[in-house]
Structure formats: C-alpha cells, structure tokens
C-alpha cells in the first residue's frame, strides 16, 4: 500500500479534528470522553478543545446538580410517606359491631359480650374471626393480603 500524501495527510486530520470537536460540542455527554480521547494522537492541536472540555464539565456539574435536587425531594417525600404510614399503623382500625367475619358472615365484635372473640384485621380491611382463619392466620383469605392488626 502506498502512504498517504503529505497534502491529503493534513487534510483527513483537519476533518478528524472538526469531528472530534464537533463530537466534544454536540454529545459530549453521550459519549464515552475516555475512549474519544484515547483515540486522538499525542500531539494534535484541536483549536476548541479546551472551550469544549470546559462546556461538557458545566453540562456535568448541572446534571449532578439536577440529580441531587431531585434525591433530596425523593428522600424527603419517602420520609414522609413513612412517617404517614406509622401514624396510619398506629392509630389502629376501629371495629364496628356491624362489622362481619369475611368468611363466616357473623359479627366480629358484639357489644352484649363481656368477651369478644380474637379477631385479626387485613390491609384490605377484610376482618376475620381468629378461629376462621387458622390454617393461614397471616393472609387474608378473600384477597390474600397480609395481615395489619391482630388481636389476641
């Protein structure tokens, strides 16, 4: 094979150089710069370089920016969904004593009893008589969802 002329030699490598500038300009964030960079040969003066570096690391520095802008909203909401949910978990769910034993139909709660029966109440809100639910005391049997409050 025949080398380049010296006159084509100088003419790819300013096209090489406006390529990579251009690359630098307009993807630099969606390149790998590592490897771009790698590729250029020691010695070659791209005229830009140094404008477009620094235009890549602002690009950068405002995604960094933007990214934990939206951790902090992420972590602060997260917190506060937790906070609500141990509030709600807290507060119990009252028992009517129209409420009925998803599986038996009778009442879960009488007030003419000194006793009630052991009760267990879902996420869903199904409620069951403990005895109704033995086999499989920690999911509920209509919709298989776990188990929210238990009462002994």
């Given at each position: 094979r025949m080398g380049l002329q010296p006159a084509l030699a100088n003419e790819f490598s300013g096209i090489a150089?406006?390529?990579?500038r251009g690359l630098l300009n307009h993807a630099g964030g969606d390149i790998d710069l590592q490897e771009l960079i790698d590729k250029v040969k020691d010695g070659l003066r791209i005229p830009g370089l140094r404008d477009s570096l620094?235009?890549?690391?602002?690009?950068?520095n405002i995604q960094m920016s933007i990214s934990e802008c939206c951790r902090k909203i992420?972590?602060?909401?997260?917190?506060?969904l937790?906070?609500?949910?141990?509030?709600?978990?807290?507060g119990g769910y009252p028992v009517k004593d129209s409420d009925l034993c998803a599986k038996?139909?009778?009442?879960?709660?009488?007030?003419?009893?000194?006793?009630n029966p052991p009760i267990s109440v879902f996420f869903c809100l199904?409620?069951?008589?403990?005895?109704?639910i033995e086999t499989n005391p920690d999911v509920c049997g209509?919709?298989?969802?776990n188990a929210l409050f238990t009462t002994a």
């Open positions: 150089m406006e390529f990579i620094c235009k890549i690391m602002q690009d950068h992420i972590v602060h909401d997260c917190l506060a937790r906070k609500q949910t141990v509030t709600l978990l807290q038996c139909h009778n009442p879960v709660y009488s007030c003419d009893l000194l006793t199904h409620v069951f008589h403990a005895k109704c209509v919709c298989s969802t």
